[in-house]
Nanobody, 119 residues
Framework: QVQLVESGGGLVQPGGSLRLSCVASGISFSIYDMGWYRQAPGKQRELVAT???????NYADSVKGRFTISRDNAKNTVYLQMNMLKLDDTAVYYC?????????????WGQGTQVTVSS
């Protein structure tokens, strides 16, 4: 019944922008920490950005200054605005929800959305 559905991926040229969206259902969204992770071919999944239930943010060094994570609790949606995209940003991007407080240990993943940066 819990679903995280990503959208917004696609093909973009280096230097371009994309905005990813993740719509959550079946959870109390406002008390979940949310994050974006990515996995490129032949590489391990890595954290891209997180935003906590209290709206604190954290970014991987590789995306600082280029990506912005945000959330709209009224829409049960977390976003990842990606600017100045590079070839190395090519990956499947996954949305993650992690429960806080008494919901610690609950963890959910979306199906992923492909981002391809290519000239």
């Amino acid at each position: 019944q819990v679903q995280l559905v990503e959208s917004g991926g696609g093909l973009v040229q280096p230097g371009g922008s994309l905005r990813l969206s993740c719509v959550a259902s079946g959870i109390s969204f406002s008390i979940y920490d949310m994050g974006w992770y990515r996995q490129a071919p032949g590489k391990q999944r890595e954290l891209v950005a997180t935003i906590t239930s209290t709206r604190s943010t954290n970014y991987a060094d590789s995306v600082k200054g280029r990506f912005t994570i945000s959330r709209d609790n009224a829409k049960n949606t977390v976003y990842l605005q990606m600017n100045m995209l590079k070839l190395d940003d090519t990956a499947v991007y996954y949305c993650n929800a992690a429960g806080t407080s008494w919901l610690k240990g609950r963890n959910y993943w979306g199906q992923g959305t492909q981002v391809t940066v290519s000239s």
